[in-house]
């Protein structure tokens, strides 16, 4: 029963940043990994960013460098900041909380609706 939601999503030129927010109804130390995904129309849902209960990250490579996920754990949110965007960053991002109940085993996610991000001059 955790719910996610997405903020930050908007309009910005090519080169431009933009700052994404993910508040959770609960606890991060409850929710395994916070995840950043995305999907562009007709595309597949793809990982972008990724962080573990532990504080390991791990991004795509196409945005390596470029993207940096964080959290603030009092406030129970993660960040992704965006930077030196591409227009081929366009897509609907999504906020995905991992939970594993029993590893391996039974896993619960839980899904934002989604922040529209448009790179475009």
């Known amino acids: 029963q955790v719910q996610v939601a997405e903020s930050g999503g908007g309009l910005v030129q090519p080169g431009g940043s933009l700052r994404l927010s993910c508040a959770a109804s609960?606890?991060?130390?409850?929710?395994?990994?916070m995840g950043w995904y995305r999907q562009a129309p007709g595309k597949q849902r793809d990982l972008v960013a990724r962080?573990?209960?532990?504080?390991?990250?791990n991004y795509a490579d196409s945005v390596k460098g470029r993207f940096t996920i964080s959290r603030d754990n009092a406030k129970n949110t993660v960040y992704l900041q965006m930077s030196s965007l591409k227009p081929e960053d366009t897509a609907v991002y999504y906020c995905?909380?991992?939970?594993?109940?029993?590893?391996?085993?039974?896993?619960?996610?839980?899904w934002g609706q989604g922040t529209q991000v448009t790179v475009s001059s």
């Open positions: 609960t606890s991060l130390s409850s929710i395994n990994a």
């Open positions: 962080i573990t209960n532990g504080g390991s990250t």
């Open positions: 995905n909380a991992h939970i594993d109940i029993i590893r391996g085993i039974m896993t619960r996610d839980y």
